[in-house]
């Protein structure tokens, strides 16, 4: 650096441009170096204070309202539509009830919003008043704007049934309302995921087929199979006897290694290998049911019946 520092600024200049010697006065101090340093978004929140607690229903509908038509228009200046609202409020007690809703799309329509809000508003307990309230989207997406048609005043489709889903939410609650869809596991029992009713489904998995219909929890049957391998020839199942007219198998599932640590389902399926197969009976129906215990260290060999097909 001091090498650096004796050599004339013109010659540096010329060859290097001016950053060396910007970068040597902004160590020695000689020049400003302003730093921007990086700043979390602004919380899509907004509050209101009182001078005096309030806890008539009236006045906590209004202050919704109000808290809501602000949180709106951000929102909609943002282009963005929040899909998780949660209300608070600051007791004079020390309490902080809040009340929380979700939608199916996202919103910023403030009449909509203090619409779901104040559905919830007997489940609100002001206790002695209420000093202030918080109303922040917890969650947004983007909403772009979408041109509609000329004089067509009344709703999509899509945004009709996402208020009979946000509706249906309201009253039976957030984890009543949602969509089954395959997950991405080869064990049965994870094969399922529960998505929010619109969001876009997922690709299907390629692999063997699965059954319609899982029993939870798998039921014992008794069968006969002449060759350990071989599909049953027969199973009683509910105390009706099923004679195999063609089957298939075995698929060996065993439980997912990498998921043992703190995961009930796979300490129970730690060591359990299942030997899967599709069997049709004489009367057409056709099942999904499985061998454990002969691989796995069991004393006996076990059937159970796992699922149903369509």
Known sequence: IGELARLPRSEVRARFGPSPWLRLDHAHGAAAEPIAWPHPPAPWAERDAFAEPIATPEQLAA????????LGARLLAARLGGLRFR???????????AIAVATALPVHDPAYLHRLLTAQLDRLEPGFGIE???LAATRTASLDPQQGRIGALAET?????????????????QDAVWRPAPANSHVPERS????????????WLIGPPRPVRLLQPPEPITAT???????PLLFRWRGALHRVRVGTGPERIAAEWWRRSGDPLSAEMANLV???????????????VFRTGRD???????????????
């Open 63 to 70: 202050t919704l309202a109000r808290l809501a038509a602000r």
């Open 87 to 97: 209300a608070d409020f600051a007791r004079v007690d020390g309490a902080r009830p």
């Open 132 to 134: 202030a309230a918080t």
């Open 157 to 173: 489709p899509r945004q009709t049934l996402a208020r009979t889903l946000d509706t249906l939410a309201l009253r039976l609650g």
């Open 192 to 203: 399922l995921q529960r998505l929010p009713p619109l969001d876009p489904p997922p690709a």
């Open 225 to 231: 199979a002449p060759v350990p391998d071989d599909p």
């Open 274 to 288: 299942r030997d899967y197969y599709r069997v049709e009976d004489a009367a057409g129906a056709r099942f999904w």
């Open 296 to 310: 796995a260290g069991a004393p006996g060999t076990r059937w159970f019946l796992h699922g149903l097909f369509g």
